[in-house]
């Protein structure tokens, strides 16, 4: 089975999305997406118009990974651990932060109604129930609810999930990402 790609996978593709994001800012989404069952209704995307175009947000959360050395058979604290690395390697030279201590968040940002001909270089519509399972939105539904002027939308979802590889969040416009960017080249010099 193949991984689901979460990212645009051109440039273009990349450059559209991260268009319709900073187009978003301030809007409010006309579409909200629901869970289906009835006893759950958790919001799993939404949708709408943008000045670039319609685009369509889902997120959830997965847990953070979880790290821990273990020097024969027993954890190590944090401060130990340390000592144990630089023991072993030498002195730490520079460290990326504290350890995450709370689950990440991961989605999808796509266009809704990418240029044709483009459509498989964009990331599929994935909405993801943690109760509940998964779906993939087909984007001509999507877009007939938003011009039908549609506000609310309940999707059934199922298992199995879908695979996916770890989303590069590095690409979408905003400080953070363009923060990330200069930090990795000067990695690389």
Do not use: K
């Not at 997120?59 to 953070?64: E, F, G, L, Q």
């Amino acid at each position: 089975m193949s991984l689901v790609s979460l990212d645009p996978t051109t440039t273009e593709a990349r450059e559209l999305t991260a268009e319709l994001i900073r187009a978003s800012q301030g809007r409010t989404p006309s579409l909200t997406i629901w869970c289906a069952i009835p006893q759950c209704q958790t919001v799993l995307a939404r949708a709408g118009h943008t000045s670039a175009g319609p685009l369509f947000t889902s997120t959830w959360t997965v847990p953070a990974p979880r790290t821990i050395t273990e020097v024969n058979g027993a954890p190590l604290t944090r401060s130990a651990e340390r000592g144990f690395i630089e023991s072993a390697f030498g002195p730490v030279a520079c460290e990326s932060g504290p350890p995450l201590e709370r689950d990440l968040a991961q989605g999808v940002f796509a266009a809704v109604a990418p240029p044709p001909g483009q459509a498989d270089d964009h990331p599929p519509l994935l909405v993801r129930c943690a109760e509940h399972g998964d779906a993939v939105l087909d984007r001509v539904e999507v877009m007939a609810h938003l011009r039908d002027g549609r506000t609310s939308w309940a999707v059934a979802v199922g298992f199995p999930r879908v695979e996916y590889a770890d989303p590069d969040s590095t690409w979408l416009p905003g400080e953070n990402s363009r923060q990330q960017r200069s930090r990795q080249s000067r990695r690389r010099r």
